[in-house]
């Protein structure tokens, strides 16, 4: 299915640990983000990618690890996970130029006990 | 910089009644606008957009904006609101080469029967 995905949609892990979320399109969009939804925050901007192997720090990065070796997928690491990463993560895709709008996956959320 | 300021957190309207969820921004250049709408437990969606020529854009779900200059602002109408159209709505703002989409803190929109 066309679309943009991401998994798992739901993850409750413990502080130290690594988690990866995944997200995956199938519009070869050139660009990618990854966003975190928290309340008062709105959506804060973490990493976001260009192309395949080009990335590069948003608003909130630390803590946070990206790649990107193919243009469908940008995953998500959070290397030593804390507890004020617990949120819902959304990532997005859209093409070349900014007046394109941005497509969004189903979100995950997150838990750091 | 870019920023954008969404100044009611929550908007109470009848159903039937038209709507208003107001937006002003603040962006180098000439502005690209963006109007999301997020429903309980789900990702963004495209609601409509404004890049450059009429003042008035028009979207899904019978919703449209206007995009006002001198008071940089981009509010979102409805003519008669529906019950369906509670949810959280984001007003977001990039400039022409930007990678960053910034988003307003969101309007939480409850359409009283």
């Known amino acids: 299915d066309a679309g943009i995905t991401q998994s798992p949609r739901y993850k409750i892990t413990e502080t130290g640990r690594q988690v990866t979320l995944m997200c995956h399109q199938t519009w070869s969009h050139s660009y990618m983000f990854w966003y975190r939804q928290d309340l008062g925050h709105g959506l804060r901007l973490i990493y976001y990618s260009a192309a395949a192997d080009i990335t590069d720090k948003g608003e909130v990065p630390d803590g946070y690890v990206v790649s990107r070796s193919k243009t469908e997928n940008f995953p998500l690491t959070l290397e030593s996970a804390t507890r004020s990463q617990t949120s819902v993560y959304f990532c997005?895709?859209?093409?070349?130029?900014?007046?394109?709008?941005?497509?969004f996956g189903p979100g995950t959320r997150l838990t750091v006990l | 910089a870019q920023s954008v300021a969404q100044p009611e957190d929550q908007v109470n309207v009848a159903e039937g009644n038209p709507l208003t969820v107001k937006c002003t921004y603040s962006v180098s250049g000439n502005p690209y606008l963006f109007w999301y709408v997020q429903y309980p437990n789900r990702g963004l969606q495209f609601l409509l957009k404004y890049i450059t020529g009429d003042n008035l854009v028009k979207g899904s779900y019978g919703f449209e904006a206007e995009f006002n200059k001198s008071q940089t602002s981009f509010h979102l109408k409805k003519p008669s609101a529906l019950v369906s159209d509670s949810a959280l709505y984001f007003c977001?703002?990039?400039?022409?080469?930007?990678?960053?989409?910034?988003f307003g803190k969101g309007t939480k929109l409850s359409v009283i029967p």
């Open positions: 997005a895709s859209r093409g070349q130029g900014a007046y394109n709008e941005q497509f």
């Open positions: 977001a703002v990039t400039g022409a080469g930007s990678y960053q989409l910034t």
